[in-house]
């Protein structure tokens, strides 16, 4: 009797449990996922319609451009405000208000930058058109915010606040913050500083090479060919941009249309319009361009401005007292040795505001194109272009700076080095249908060598564009799925290239080493591609990455020094060619011994048996949010991986656990479906939605999905916002 009443009492206990836990999940985890279909009252003109196709895609219709972009915002905030409440904490230096001390380091760097000041000041400078789209932008935000309090993304219950409303100069924080991420080069050159001081400066420049690069950027493909080269005999743009891995990605896909504007593609949360895509006339992709647009200089006096503040942080009444210090250049930081620097970014420019992105989404032709890319905001970028008559082009865009007797990327003596304006935009590089047909940006310097102007940057090796350009040539005719195929292609010439050396290395020293026969057999079959389940990629990294330690090391006099910039690569690969004396006593020698301190490394946590080794476990990535990952027990639902990935930094799918590409998209002009988009993950940042990680299958295999553009989705659910 006894053990049935104890059995009974257990199992009430659990179903009550139960029921506690389900009615949790749907309170605080179901109730915000979004309306998507029924009217909504709302403070708009006309009724806008919101359709919603099979991936969550919003279409937006609306009678104005005011209605259009209220909607627009509210529908973003419907599936992602906690991205982009979690991005403008992350620019404005606010995160430890709700995270805690984890986040303090976080806070500092961005508010010793300066971005929230930054983002009040450009809000002060917008004005007109602009100002009318942020601000109805910023509306729909907020009547988000209005219809769902107490439904609020499970983030917010987790963390216990409520956020502010949305502000124009949230947007600004937004678009500053993905400009610093793809224009931050300062941190190397304080590197390369630092290397100067006991080293050898002949052989730190080339390590550092002015035209060719100096930092690993987050990097994309972009190219355009013309109907003489596709299937359908149309212009084609295709486009994948590379940045660090998130959950959600960092794109929205958008189809909006009012009169006068029709255009689809990937949008920032938090920012209005389209960033990426085409209208019913033109289609365009954008890479990072890489010029090199921040300076470090010696502050010439004491002349400067302290300006104090404080960072909240959780869990504590007082905060962090903050002060910085900036004088005429920009915020002082610490510099190589303990010697204050003063950044000057053209990011922190005290110029006005313009948007562009809505002009570019109107824009016709290629005239019209190049005129909304004056006003073209965010890094300065290579903008690749077709049309429905059968153009393609490319346009460089953004601030660049003159600079003239001086070396842009050195700590400069202040008033030795002072930028003169910026390069004019009928100067910038810009291709229009060349004779071959074909346009291929990897974030390679597009500048010519003769150019007027004193051109310094990020720019990438020429890996990813010259195979790129090679397949695209040894195949003369092409469809979307086939260039989808080559947007995941995962050949490294680098790392082929380094396997070869290697097992010439071998054969010219008739070395024995029975430790290093298995990697040497595997090296000299290898094919090159970048394969999550095969050995010989991980074995030409682990060489390389201690082929790249040496190289630092004997230019730096350092014995340990962390020398990573993007274009490494295409150093290394220029000194093993040309193997210059003063370096190496015996190059062939340091190969071999890089190989052998890659194999005891990689023995060390792969095991043994380099026939077992795997490149996923090197190239492992965890795409996690990172307030539901510490969720207990159901974590793992929450987030990507661990899985190995194929491709590496070198490869035209560029991926590695920290960058990948974060959607890919091919326009072609005789796509009756108006091209393909697809992103990483999914569509919705709600971890219940059915479009949180519903495309990683597709976007794993290198397969995407319909555009469906000007129509020809399926409506899954239609929303009203009526007045």
Known sequence: MFARKLIQSINVGIAVAVVALLASVYWFAWRPLPAESGTINAPVGKPVSVERDALGVPHIRAASADDLYFAQGFVTAQDRFWQMESFRRLAAGELAEVAGPAALESDREFRRLRISRLAQQRARTVTGEDRAVLAAYARGVNHYLETHAGRLPLEFALLGYKPHPWRIEDT????????????????????????????????????????????HQPGSNAWAVSGVHTSSGKAVVANDMHIAWSLPGVWYMTHLQSPGMNVTGVAIPGVPAIVVG?????????????????????????????????????????????EQVVNAHGPVLQGPNGKPVALRWV??????????????????????????????????????????????????????????????????????????????????????????????????????????????????????????????????????????????????????????QITAAWDRKKATNPDLLDSIGLLRAWDGEMRADAPEPAIATYATNHLRRAIASKASGLPVVEWEPFIYFAVIEKLLRARPPGWFADWDHELLRALQEGVEEGGRLQGKNVRKWQWGEYNKLTIASPVLRNIPLVSGYFQIGPAGAGGSSTTVKQTSSRVGPSMRMVVDFGDPRGGMLNLPIGQSGHALSGHFKDQWDAYSNARSFPLHFPSGWQTKATLTLTP
């Open 172 to 215: 600004m924080l937004v678009g500053l913050m993905m400009q610093q991420t793809l224009s931050n080069t300062y941190k190397h050159d304080l590197t390369r500083e630092a290397m100067y001081a006991k080293g050898d400066g002949a052989k730190i420049a080339q390590l550092f090479p002015d035209r060719t690069g100096s930092e």
């Open 278 to 322: 085409r209208n019913e006339h033109i289609a365009w992709g954008i890479t990072n361009l890489g010029f090199d647009v921040q300076d470090l200089y010696t502050p010439a006096s004491n002349q400067a401005l302290l300006e104090r503040d404080r960072i909240a942080v959780k869990g504590t009444a007082a905060g962090e007292p903050f």
């Open 347 to 500: 990011g922190a420019e005290n110029v006005p505001f313009r948007i562009g992105l809505v002009k570019l989404n109107r824009a016709r032709n290629w005239t019209e194109f190049r005129e909304a890319l004056r006003e073209f905001p965010g890094a300065a970028s290579n903008i690749a272009y077709a049309d429905k008559d059968g153009n393609i082009g490319l346009q460089v865009t953004g601030q660049l700076p003159i600079r003239k007797g001086c070396n842009g990327q050195r700590v400069s003596v202040a008033g030795s080095c002072e930028w003169q304006g910026f390069i004019p935009f009928e100067e910038l590089p810009s291709f229009f249908n060349p004779a071959d047909g074909r346009i291929v940006t990897g974030n390679q310097n597009p500048f010519p060598e003769n150019y007027a102007y004193t051109v310094s940057g990020n720019f990438a090796p020429h890996y990813r564009a010259n195979r790129i350009l090679a397949e695209l040539t040894r195949k003369d005719k092409w469809t979307p799925e086939e260039m989808v195929k080559l947007q995941a292609d995962i050949y490294s010439p680098f790392s082929h290239f380094i396997a070869r």
